[in-house]
T-cell receptor
């Protein structure tokens, strides 16, 4: 099993450009998450999807949209990138909707917005 | 609002020495508690977790953590560190009985191992 995969690994955008970060898991997990990691800030939740067909805002959703395409895939879209969105983005998944379930993380996407 | 504090941004330890990383949380009820490790350029890996019961929790890679309700703490320990333990360590909490709305992370402690 590959676990949680993310594409791309690195991306450089200009201000105002759009892009979609892709995430897929092969563990048949119900819940999926998008976090961003900034120096000295830890990880902060952007959006999550408790189950296929549902999405909810996390702590820092502004400037982002998400799509739970199917049970495996959860994408994060930046419609008009801003320098403040320069960050490392992590996707995670967990088996169920309880936070007792371990979250498994992907390797991350390093995004720079110029 | 729940919060997690990791007071030490950086810690330097000699190889073979013992290690303790501190974590304090602020929450109305005892949350679920986690420690994650992030090696350079990698995603996060779960070291251990506490839900209830025995307050001393064993994890992977020789790590353990002790939950102390009176101090709202969940400190991570290892008796003897190895150079491969150099990484970023994150404490995280989740509301007991909550849904799938994600973890709240501390800002992390960067562990440096001296030879």
């Amino acid at each position: 099993n590959a676990g949680v995969t993310q594409t791309p690994k690195f991306q450089v955008l200009k201000t105002g450009q759009s892009m979609t970060l892709q995430c897929a898991q092969d563990m048949n997990h119900n819940s999926m998450y998008w976090y961003r990691q900034d120096p000295g800030m830890g990880l902060r939740l952007i959006y999550y999807s408790a189950s296929e067909g549902t999405t909810d805002k996390g702590e820092v959703p502004n400037g982002y949209n998400v799509s739970r395409l199917n049970k495996r895939e959860f994408s994060l879209r930046l419609e008009s990138a801003a320098p403040s969105q320069t960050s490392v983005y992590f996707c995670a998944s967990s088996e169920g909707t309880s936070l007792r379930n371990e979250q498994f993380f992907g390797p991350g996407t390093r995004l720079t917005v110029l | 609002a729940q919060s997690v504090t990791q007071p030490d941004i950086h810690i330097t330890v000699s190889e073979g020495a013992s290690l303790e990383l501190r974590c304090n949380y602020s929450y109305g009820a005892t949350p679920y508690l986690f420690w994650y490790v992030q090696s350079p350029g990698q995603g996060l890996q779960l070291l251990l977790k506490y839900f209830s019961g025995d307050t001393l929790v064993q994890g992977i890679k020789g790590f353990e953590a002790e939950f102390k309700r009176s101090q709202s703490s969940f400190n991570l320990r290892k008796p003897s560190v190895h150079w491969s333990d150099a990484a970023e360590y994150f404490c995280a909490v989740a509301p007991r009985g909550g849904g799938a709305d994600g973890l709240t992370f501390g800002k992390g402690t960067h562990l440096i191992i001296q030879p």
